[in-house]
């Protein structure tokens, strides 16, 4: 195998813009879910506000599981940064109302 077909691995200091697959900035939908529960949907776009202050929260997209119990909301928010969606991912999925976020 020719090592020249793989890229040197990063190295300090490299712009992480530069080894990311998204380009910044750039809408980027989350899915949340979690229980079926009264403020769920307002405490999800609260966050998603506080990380991206142009979130357009009319374009939420949510969906009930088959039984009605539990609730996926779609977000989409402006990425400026992978940092920006890591703080956003961990804020996320520390929110006691929620189950996943992917």
């Given at each position: 195998m020719n090592a020249s077909a793989f890229p040197p691995p990063p190295t300090p200091g490299n712009d992480a813009r530069k080894?990311?697959?998204i380009t910044y900035p750039s809408a980027f939908p989350i899915k949340?879910?979690?229980?079926?529960?009264d403020g769920f949907v307002a405490a999800i776009t609260h966050i998603a506000r506080q990380f991206?202050?142009?979130?357009?929260?009319?374009?939420?997209?949510?969906?009930e599981s088959?039984?009605?119990?539990?609730?996926?909301?779609?977000?989409?928010?402006?990425?400026?940064?992978?940092?920006q969606?890591?703080?956003?991912?961990r804020t996320l999925s520390s929110h006691p109302m929620v189950k996943v976020v992917l």
């Open positions: 080894d990311s697959l949340v879910m979690g229980a079926r529960a991206d202050p142009s979130f357009d929260a009319s374009r939420v997209e949510l969906r088959s039984g009605g119990k539990y609730l996926g909301i779609t977000v989409t928010v402006t990425a400026t940064s992978r940092e969606l890591d703080e956003l991912y």
